[in-house]
């Protein structure tokens, strides 16, 4: 079992940044694919990045590419969100996931594991 734990959330102005934080505890994220998602009030939850390990890849959606960056830690057990030129669009509850899948996809179902979410609020 993987234990998910998001931080880093809050309220900034556009085109300031945030970095986000997801740490792991129960089992070491070495092998898993790493995801951010996030879901907007009356919206579904949607694909933001992804990062596998070997061969290493990242993946992004068209809305945030350019702006945010993936990255991960394994000896701390944590994946990181950098979000720069942050729009009022961005505004949604960010997720963390992990997958034992070893590609980064898309959709909910290829995550097993889930985060509590961290709210990202920005005001324009």
């Known amino acids: 079992q993987v234990q998910l734990v998001e931080s880093g959330g809050g309220l900034v102005q556009a085109g300031d940044s945030l970095r986000l934080s997801c740490t792991a505890s129960?089992?070491?994220?070495?092998?898993?694919?790493l995801g951010w998602f996030r879901q907007a009030p009356g919206k579904e939850r949607e694909f933001v990045a992804g990062?596998?390990?070997?061969?290493?890849?990242?993946d992004y959606a068209d809305s945030v590419k350019g702006r945010f960056t993936i990255s991960r830690d394994d000896a701390k057990n944590t994946v990181y969100l950098q979000m720069n030129s942050l729009k009022p669009e961005d505004t949604a509850v960010y997720y963390c996931?992990?997958?034992?899948?070893?590609?980064?996809?898309?959709?909910?179902?290829?995550?097993?594991?889930w985060g509590q979410g961290a709210q990202v609020t920005v005001s324009s």
């Open positions: 996931a992990a997958s034992p899948r070893a590609f980064v996809g898309r959709g909910r179902d290829e995550y097993d594991y």
């Open positions: 990062i596998k390990w070997n061969p290493a890849r990242t």
């Open positions: 129960g089992r070491t994220l070495y092998m898993y694919t």
